[in-house]
């Protein structure tokens, strides 16, 4: 049985290479892009909730 050579440097700036390298840095630039959505959208709603807390009429304070 004949096996073929082990040297991957020839194939290390081919095409089907440099494509596989695109697609995971595609997928890792939009995976982070998502989390900073998600994160973004927590800011959101927390700022929301601080502006409604705000308008609230403040708690009566016990004279002593």
Do not use: C, I, W
Request: net charge negative; proline share 3%.
């Amino acid at each position: 049985m004949l096996v073929g050579n082990f040297n991957t440097q020839e194939h290390a700036h081919g095409g089907l290479y440099l494509s596989a390298k695109v697609a995971l840095l595609q997928f890792r630039v939009d995976r982070q892009f998502q989390a900073t959505d998600a994160a973004a959208e927590d800011v959101q709603r927390a700022l929301l909730e601080f502006v409604e807390a705000m308008h609230q009429p403040a708690l009566p304070v016990a004279k002593a």
